[in-house]
């Protein structure tokens, strides 16, 4: 039966949304983080023109970095995630609630680059990866604003009003990330 209904799929192409919500360089894990998905969803064929990758702060090129343009997810350095193919399409103080809601919702700015747009429709899969500091329903964005669990519910609400997917995957990697999914 699983095989006929993904044989019966309304699915067409899929799509990551990939956020590091973290600033400075304690936070060095988010990235790490964020460029380990990056690099999985690549490896498991989404190309770059269907990923949209928001970094708040560039470990690689951080001075306190002692192996610069390299980001390491281990302990052990085996695997540079940063690598010379990653195209970061929000980056610094781009990466706001704002600009991520935008996209989400299909609303940016005129004049936005297509590589900086979600242009997916009633059969794409998305996945959308948020990692950095969350609270109890909350979010950070570099340590300056928040997104809420209602502000989020909104988001993918729309998005599915606007049939934007049909299957969405939404990963949080943050303390209480549950609290996330409340609404």
């Known amino acids: 039966k699983y095989i006929e209904k993904i044989q019966k799929s309304n699915h067409t192409n899929n799509w990551a949304v990939l956020v590091d919500a973290s600033r400075f360089w304690f936070n060095y894990r988010h990235v790490a ?6 690099r999985s969803v690549k490896r498991l064929g989404i190309p770059d023109s269907q990923i949209i990758l928001m970094l708040a702060d560039d470990m690689a090129c951080n ?9 390491f997810n ?7 995630v940063y690598g010379d193919d990653v195209e970061v399409d929000y980056r610094g103080y781009d990466v706001t609630v704002e600009n991520f809601v935008r996209l ?14 979600l242009l997916t429709d009633a059969g794409s899969n998305v996945l959308i990866y948020l990692t950095g500091h969350g609270g109890d329903g909350f979010l ?14 909104d988001a993918i609400e729309q998005m599915w009003e606007k049939k934007r ?18 609404k």
């Not at 001075?63 to 980001?71: G, H, I, L, T, Y």
């Open 33 to 38: 983080n964020v460029l380990s998905i990056y």
């Open 63 to 71: 001075p306190r970095n002692s192996k610069p343009a390299q980001v």
């Open 74 to 80: 281990n302990a052990n350095q085996h695997l540079n």
């Open 104 to 117: 989400l919702t299909g609303r940016t700015v005129n004049g936005t680059a297509r590589s900086k747009k």
């Open 140 to 153: 950070k964005f570099q340590d300056s604003e928040e997104i809420t669990s209602q502000e989020l519910a």
């Open 165 to 182: 997917y049909n299957e969405l995957f939404f990963m949080v990697d943050t303390c209480q990330a549950a609290s996330l999914y409340e």
